[in-house]
């Protein structure tokens, strides 16, 4: 059995892929909502890194700080919504490999 992936500032509420309970199915769309979160995540410190040569007025390792959180923040809300639906997706396509009513 694998560990589950810990992020900082993640959502403690988050049930790990692997824990038990729950069908395959749920714990597929978990483990794909919890991909889609991370992948918005690195999306948005990607785009963060950047840097069209302008000083900013502020800076510091404090408002990188922050605008990790609120990216993490951000990520999570986008991925429990379906905003993006990229845990759609990928849980349909992984679903295929999926016994029915497998637990």
């Given at each position: 059995m694998t560990d589950?992936?810990?992020l900082a500032g993640a959502n403690p509420t988050i049930v790990s892929?692997?824990?038990p309970g729950g069908s395959e199915r749920e714990r597929l769309a978990e483990a794909a909502?919890?991909?889609?979160?991370?992948?918005?995540?690195q999306m948005l410190a990607a785009a963060r890194n950047t840097d069209?040569?302008?000083?900013e007025l502020f800076?510091?390792?404090s408002d990188e700080t922050f605008h990790e959180m609120r990216d993490a923040r951000f990520a999570?809300?986008?991925?429990s919504?379906?905003?993006l639906g990229l845990a759609t997706t990928i849980e349909a396509q992984l679903a295929r490999f999926?016994?029915?009513?497998?637990n």
């Open positions: 589950p992936i810990t892929a692997t824990a909502r919890q991909f889609e979160a991370i992948f918005v995540r069209f040569g302008g000083d800076g510091g390792k999570e809300l986008a991925a919504t379906g905003a999926v016994e029915p009513g497998g």
